[in-house]
């Protein structure tokens, strides 16, 4: 069926549809539009799109698809006869139903403007089904409402679709190489989808003004999104990865190189396809042959990829947290942008304890909280531009661990200098608490290379590693191996990487694993004991004074614990050096007392 013909079937069909009754306040004023809707009377159109001619702010190269940018033909009930969307409950279950929600004027009015215009464009009808999911209203951008049905009940009896969602940061790292740039935004996507026939009685809806269900896919179902995922994959299947890439509804096409004609060219294509697609575009959303843009919350040039300023202004201008779910959504929002922020888990740790054990009854923020609170608002808006990763150029991995954390910066070989791509760091679990230094050295060699194996795995290049472990530097040849090393290395094998030594006092990554208040008091003591220069010294000076027959070698004394006290202090001292002395304090009683008690 041709969409001029079916645009001509959807004016005729719209007549006949049911307004609900409404309180007395506008009782008038709807029987007035139901007379009209019943009396036949065409609705007026003239204030819609004419597709006849393209609209004013469409570029004239995309002007023969000027279709696809139509809002009358997007409002058209899509057919049956392509991708629809199934609703699959668990054997025995039945969706369930909830009471309708009280509601504030403002948005009963939207919710009346809904009704009408689903009804009308053939989404929703009224229904007699079981079921009947409550409806809610959510802002959107622009201070506008969004109706939301609560299905929360009916996707706990669903069986999930295990079809993936792209991974966003790997989406943006298609973009190495990108001059120009065109982002299409899809109007009511979702609503070019079906629900699978049989199936739409699961999706009814209750609300003041009565029970309706849908026949397009809604939003709130939980498999809705890999299914329109995988819709749009299987539209742009040949373009996407080469000249766009896609998230939902979301749309990026890119061109590596500064010619227009080239890029029109990309755009047409993809147009083409949503065209095949019976897919349509949000013209109002839309910017074409741009250098800079925004996508996904981030900011996208030729240079690199940045947060978007609004998000960084909500991040600056946050309130001070006053409950736990207020820290619980501030950690949430700013996590998505962690990879820019340099120590980002350090910083966050006191917040992050405060989420643990029982609350007391007046909520406050404690100094240290809301200095973390305080740092991490000033750390956005220092966050660097991250280049775009390429494949094809050298890499390096900057490693650092302490008693208490671990870190790492991927950085990207360009014009002669070192650029970040991302940063990592995370606290150290009880368990890893409780590694000697060379250990949680290599633990953070390992992280790093899990957290950024995409990047890492195939690289034209060996990737340095630098770390500040001078042991490190030889693992790659040591001839005897400690079992965590054996571990380490078989899993690290499939890499091609060199490592390098560099003092700590000289590597940035240093400062993502330490920070004096990063660590809990009660915890010091413990951590301090794997730092014992001072009893080597000690203990050295013992041995230097004895015989290898000498009983201070003896199993009951020095034999066992010898090869220990190395092995837990090998370059140990990562504090300065007055405050690791300090630390180590009392264990220089003990030291003497061994020493004296020791036979001779």
């Not at 002007?63 to 006869?81: C, K, M, Q, W, Y």
């Not at 575009?281 to 042959?289: A, I, P, T």
């Not at 959504?329 to 989420?355: M, Q």
């Not at 000690?538 to 006290?565: L, M």
């Amino acid at each position: 069926m041709s969409r001029t013909k079916a645009r001509r079937i959807a004016k005729s069909s719209a007549v006949g549809i049911v307004i609900p009754r409404l309180h007395q306040k506008t009782a008038n004023a709807t029987i007035a539009v139901a007379a009209n809707v019943r009396n036949e009377t065409p609705p007026n159109n003239s204030s819609s799109i004419d597709i006849s001619e393209p609209p004013i702010n469409l570029p004239q190269p995309y002007h023969e698809f000027r279709d696809v940018f139509s809002t009358i033909d997007a409002g058209i009930l899509p057919s049956l006869n392509g991708r629809t969307h199934a609703i699959e409950l668990e054997q025995g279950k039945t969706p369930p139903w909830g009471p309708i929600y009280s509601l504030a004027e403002k948005e009963l009015e939207v919710l009346r403007e809904y009704l009408a215009s689903a009804q009308k464009k053939g989404w929703i009808r009224r229904s007699t089904s079981p079921a009947g999911a409550p409806i809610l209203f959510v802002p959107k951008k622009g201070g506008k409402l969004r109706l939301c049905v609560d299905y929360r009940t009916l996707n706990k009896i669903t069986i999930k679709d295990k079809a993936p969602l792209p991974l966003i940061n790997e989406i943006l790292n298609r973009l190495v190489g990108a001059r120009l740039f065109t982002k299409l935004d899809l109007k009511d996507a979702y609503h070019r989808l079906r629900i699978r026939q049989g199936d739409e009685w699961k999706t009814a809806f209750r609300c003041r003004y009565g029970h309706f269900e849908y026949l397009v896919m809604p939003f709130g179902l939980v498999n809705a999104p890999a299914t329109f995922q995988e819709y749009i994959n299987a539209s742009l299947e040949f373009l996407v990865d080469i000249i766009c890439i896609v998230y939902l509804d979301d749309i990026l096409i890119y061109s590596n190189t500064d010619d227009l004609k080239v890029h029109e060219a990309h755009v047409k294509q993809v147009l083409q396809s949503l065209r095949k697609a019976s897919l349509f575009v949000n013209l109002d959303k839309c910017k074409f042959s741009c250098t800079k843009v925004d996508f996904l919350g981030y900011v996208i040039t030729r240079k690199g990829i940045s947060m978007e300023p609004s998000r960084v202004d909500a991040i600056a201008t946050w309130p001070i947290p006053s409950s736990v779910l207020t820290i619980q959504s501030f950690l949430g929002f700013t996590g998505f942008y962690r990879r820019f922020i340099e120590s980002y888990s350090k910083i966050v740790v006191p917040l992050t304890n405060r989420l643990r054990g029982q609350q007391p009854a007046q909520f406050q923020l404690q100094p240290d909280e809301l200095a973390a609170f305080r740092q991490l608002q000033q750390r956005f808006q220092e966050a660097p531009l991250l280049v775009h990763f390429d494949p094809l150029l050298p890499l390096r991995v900057e490693t650092d661990a302490s008693g208490h954390a671990i870190g790492a910066i991927l950085s990207m070989l360009l014009t002669g200098q070192w650029h970040p791509i991302a940063f990592y760091s995370r606290k150290l679990t009880d368990t890893e608490l409780r590694y000697t230094t060379p250990d949680a050295e290599l633990l953070a060699i390992q992280e790093a290379f899990r957290v950024w194996r995409h990047y890492l795995a195939y690289s034209s290049h060996p990737v340095k590693v630098i770390t500040d472990h001078l042991n490190h530097k030889y693992l790659l040849s040591k001839p005897k191996l400690t079992p965590k090393q054996v571990t380490a290395l078989d899993e690290l094998c499939p890499f091609n990487f060199v490592i390098e030594h560099r003092p700590g006092t000289l590597n940035p990554a240093d400062a993502l694993s330490r920070r004096a208040d990063y660590i809990d008091k009660d915890k010091k003591a413990e951590a301090s004991v794997s730092q014992l220069p001072t009893f080597l010294t000690k203990f050295a000076e013992t041995i230097q004074h004895s015989s290898c027959d000498s009983p201070a070698y003896d199993t009951k004394f020095g034999g066992p614990e010898k090869p220990r006290c190395i092995t837990l202090a090998d370059e140990e001292g990562h504090n300065h050096r007055d405050s690791t002395a300090s630390a180590l304090e009392a264990m220089r009683v003990t030291s003497d007392r061994d020493i004296r008690i020791s036979p001779r």
